[in-house]
């Protein structure tokens, strides 16, 4: 007689999420100037990433230089003293490697991926950067036009692209999160050079920033190589932070936006708690839970069944403050913006009112595994999760915990988030509307 076993195919995944997750093995120190260096070696493969993560963001910014964070993670490719305006780009293609930055409301990171052997390219490019940047008018000026163009591409000229700035400066009245990561051009424009020569000095130095080398490196061998480039870098001075405490909603903030847009939509956005505490991942959990693939509740229902959208989704602001939870549908031809938001509170009504089944918990679990498994199956995701981790989660340590704190939370937790935040009082609503409907 034989014996059938049948593996879901959630199960299945887990197993496979399982057998990839692994502790990531790490050493970290401090330089005497306060830069605080994470080193992970890992020989599997012959390349090494080099991060360096500021801890400045759009929410350090002065009410009238909004955008400084952004404009920087741009001016500072636009070579040093001894990088030529440009070259920094050229030197990583040259060498094989690859590179980028981004910025959000709490950090600006910049790395490069490279063949092991161009380790000492990396960190010559990146003390350059901390110690040597150019700012002076001209490469401020040719970065203002670039800005002025993303800024044209992503929010002017795209259908619906003014979502996350009519939000936010509704969603907060006191705190800096009140005004887009990429800032608006009047205050870049009415900066002079020494306001942008105050905020490098202030903000891009070594006790406000984490070194982290991923990858194919000796230890030893590495630790001399970055302390002769970092270590004559001077510590600056107390880095001053934003203490603003965001007062909360005094009930639902209901606001219409006429943009150029053919079809009317619904912009949701809930105040969350602020990333590490462990009511974020349960929170986070239920947005993917509403929007996270073509299973979830937010588009099996209301997109596919109803057909009240044509495309809806959900996503989490993971801000060091306490940050949004925002859930948007266009509406399908014909409907109407409050049948669609009725529609779309009738799933966070059911997950106020109803238990979450254990398989789709089950589900969503696995894939939040499986994601952390990729994320660490690459130099660059590593390097970015160590940084990460000592930045905002309280130590280096969590970067091999953090993913215990989802796979902890239960349906009880979720129901439970669900009716602590995700309710009418804690939120900002938008109708968007075409410009043709505005009297």
Not at 178 to 206: C, H, R, S
Not at 266 to 278: D, E, F, N, S
Not at 298 to 304: A, E, P, R, T
Request: aromatic share 10%; with cysteine; net charge negative.
């Amino acid at each position: 007689m034989r014996t059938i076993i049948t593996l879901t195919a959630c199960t299945m995944a887990s197993i496979t999420a399982m057998a990839q997750t692994r502790d990531i093995a790490y050493t970290e120190f401090d330089l005497p100037n306060g830069l605080h260096v994470i080193l992970h070696e890992d020989h599997s493969t012959p390349i090494v990433a080099v991060g360096v993560m500021y801890h400045v963001g759009s929410k350090d910014e002065a009410r009238d230089r909004r955008g400084f964070a952004h404009f920087f993670e741009h001016l500072l490719f636009e070579g040093s003293d001894n990088i030529g305006r440009g070259e920094y780009a050229k030197y990583v293609e040259k060498a094989g490697g690859v590179l980028n930055a981004n910025t959000t409301g709490d950090r600006t990171y910049y790395y490069e991926v490279l063949p092991s052997n161009q380790l000492d390219l990396g960190l010559w490019l990146e003390s350059e950067r901390m110690l040597h940047a150019k700012v002076e008018s001209k490469g401020i000026e040719t970065q203002r036009e670039v800005v002025k163009e993303e800024r044209r591409q992503r929010y002017e000229n795209q259908p619906y692209g003014s979502i996350l700035p009519e939000v936010l400066k509704r969603a907060y009245t006191e705190h800096p999160y009140q005004w887009p990561t990429i800032g608006y051009m009047e205050d870049l424009n009415a900066a002079t050079e020494k306001d942008y020569k105050k905020f490098y000095k202030t903000f891009y130095v070594p006790n406000n920033a984490v070194l982290v080398l991923a990858g194919d490196f000796n230890a030893e061998k590495a630790t001399t190589q970055l302390t002769n480039y970092f270590g004559p870098i001077p510590k600056g001075g107390t880095i001053p932070r934003n203490k603003v405490v965001e007062p909360p909603l005094k009930g639902e903030v209901r606001d219409t936006v006429f943009d150029k847009i053919q079809l009317p939509a619904v912009v949701q956005a809930y105040r969350i708690p602020a990333l590490g505490t462990p009511d974020f991942y349960a929170v986070d959990m239920l947005n993917r839970l509403l929007s996270n693939g073509n299973s979830s509740r937010l588009v099996k229902n209301v997109k596919d069944a109803e057909q009240k959208a044509v495309f809806v989704g959900s996503f989490s602001l993971p801000f060091e403050d306490p940050g949004l939870a925002i859930a948007f549908a266009v509406a399908n031809m014909g409907v109407t913006p409050d049948s669609l938001e009725a529609s779309m509170d009738r799933q966070f009504g059911r997950v106020r009112n109803e238990p979450i089944p254990p398989a789709e918990l089950e589900k969503l679990k696995v894939q939040i595994e499986t994601e952390h498994a990729m994320e660490n199956g690459r130099m660059a995701g590593i390097a970015n999760n160590l940084a990460n981790a000592y930045t905002f989660l309280g130590g280096t340590d969590k970067v091999n915990t953090e993913v215990q704190q989802y796979l902890a939370v239960t349906a009880d937790d979720l129901q439970r988030v669900a009716r602590k935040y995700f309710v009418p009082e804690n939120r900002v609503v938008l109708y968007y509307l075409p410009l043709n409907q505005k009297k």
